[in-house]
């Protein structure tokens, strides 16, 4: 039977002999609690160590809302504690963007852009309504320091967030920053998802809005 020789040289040893973990070190990550990942917040950056081996990574979840469908109806919280339920925006356009935490950089880029746009939204007949993993309390603050003129929703847990399918981006530490325009008979137009440009969200559901 014919042998196969390999090169002294294994494909293993071809690969950084740095690992992952030093690679992504808290020597290279930022000392504040906000990390430059616009989404991720650290409590203690030290303490933030990637999945050891690849078998822990958690697969990317794919969107289960396509566009052209109605997606599942929630009832969730809002920042003054009141019941919102999305089939309450049936007959209007109605912007949900899913974004991973009050008071990192990226989301509270993302929150005054969608404020500093809310008339032409306005305009459209469009409703905006922002959801994070967030509790009332920490929306309640965040909306109020920010003067966000819109709905800001509390999905503990994220279960809507996993209904919805939207992916987590960093191997699963990071939820996903993604946005839905729905038109007035509350069917999908447009899925934008971009984790780090979050402003980009705004221009792209508007110019979907302005040609509905």
């Known amino acids: 039977m014919a042998s196969l020789s390999l090169p002294s040289h294994s494909i293993p040893s071809l690969l950084p002999t740095q690992s ?14 906000h990390s430059r ?17 690849t078998k822990s990574v958690k697969p990317f979840i794919f969107a289960k809302v396509n566009k052209g469908a109605a997606p599942p109806n929630f009832t969730l919280k809002d920042q003054e504690g009141r019941n919102v339920s999305l089939s309450k925006f049936k007959g209007k356009p109605v912007v949900v963007y899913f974004y991973p935490a009050d008071e990192t ?21 469009a409703e905006v309504v922002g959801i994070s993993g967030d509790d009332a309390s920490s929306h309640k603050a ?3 320091k920010y003067r966000l003129p819109f709905t800001l929703l509390s999905d503990e847990g994220n279960k809507v967030r996993k209904e919805w399918g939207v992916p ?22 447009l899925i934008y998802n971009n984790q780090f440009q979050p402003e ?4 792209e ?3 979907l809005l302005q040609s509905l």
């Open 168 to 189: 987590s981006d960093l191997f699963g530490t990071l939820p996903g920053r993604q946005t839905f325009v729905l038109d007035k008979n509350g069917v999908v137009q």
């Open 205 to 207: 559901t508007l110019k």
């Open 37 to 53: 990942f616009y989404g991720l917040k650290l409590s203690n950056a030290s303490s933030f160590s990637p999945p050891s081996s």
């Open 142 to 144: 965040f909306a109020k």
């Open 20 to 33: 992952h973990k030093a690679i992504l070190s808290s020597q290279n990550l930022p000392k504040s609690p």
């Open 200 to 203: 980009k969200h705004i221009d």
């Open 105 to 125: 950089p990226g989301c509270t880029k993302q929150a005054c852009a969608f404020r500093d746009s809310y008339e032409k939204f306005k305009k459209a007949g």
